[in-house]
């Protein structure tokens, strides 16, 4: 059974840079199936940022106007996000998780616990 | 961002049928691409419950249906128990914008 976990730091400052990297076990991110992250903004709902697979294929939120980056690192078996320039609108939950799905009709089947971010001066 | 449309909140006692609905466009569900429905229980991270339109991943009661036509899809449930009580999300795919995965606002199950 997939399993993930979310690690990064709990608090930034405005305009630093965040870093979160999702471990996975269970299963190997090389055999395949896209990664990605999705965040919980308080009060509102879910917001999709990045989904990657393990050969650098990427797809990032346009709304997130070219802050973000994913990466992956197959011999540690995780993968990671940056986001930079954050404001106090990037408070959120941040959550990793597996893509699966073909053609479009992608779903999320394998989420983590979720990684609470907050952004204050 | 999202532009599938949930209402904000729905409520029925236990034992009642509640159906939460999911309205899209002509670039997500209109264009074709599947709805799927996650469950959160506040304090939990989401959990797939219905993708592909209707089908259940192991482990999801058949309580739980889902159906989409056209730019609509909706989501019910049967025989509501407390424990349903949680946000529920659509999810789609929007060809308008490269790689764009959208998910509803959300709604929020109370049972009474």
């Not at chain 2, 939990?44 to 056209?70: A, E, Q």
């Not at chain 2, 019910?76 to 999810?91: F, R, V």
Request: net charge neutral; proline share 4%; charged share 15%.
């Amino acid at each position: 059974q997939v399993r993930l976990l979310e690690s990064g730091p709990g608090l930034l400052k405005p305009s630093e840079t965040l870093s979160l990297t999702c471990t996975v076990s269970g299963f190997s991110i090389s055999s395949g199936y896209y990664w990605g992250w999705i965040r919980h903004l308080p009060g509102k709902g879910l917001e999709w940022i990045a989904t990657m697979y393990q050969r650098g294929i990427t797809y990032y939120n346009v709304f997130l106007k070219g802050r973000v980056t994913m990466s992956v690192d197959t011999s540690r078996n995780q993968f990671s996000l940056n986001l930079t320039s954050v404001t106090a609108a990037d408070t959120a939950v941040y959550y990793c998780a597996r893509r699966v799905g073909a053609a479009g009709d992608y779903y999320f089947d394998s989420w983590g616990q979720g990684t609470l971010v907050t952004v204050s001066s | 961002q999202s532009v599938l449309t949930q209402p904000p909140s729905v409520s029925g006692a236990p034992g009642q049928r509640i159906t939460i609905s999911c309205t899209g466009g002509s670039s997500n569900l209109g264009a074709d691409y599947n709805v799927h429905w996650y469950q959160q229980i506040p304090g939990s991270s989401p959990k797939l419950l219905i993708y592909d339109n209707t089908n259940r991943p192991s482990g999801v009661p058949d309580r739980f249906s889902g159906s989409k036509s056209g730019t609509s899809a909706s989501l019910a449930i049967t025989g509501l128990q407390a424990e349903d009580e949680a946000d529920y999300y659509c999810q789609s795919y929007d060809s308008s914008l490269s790689g764009l995965v959208l998910f509803g606002g959300g709604t929020k199950l109370t049972v009474l």
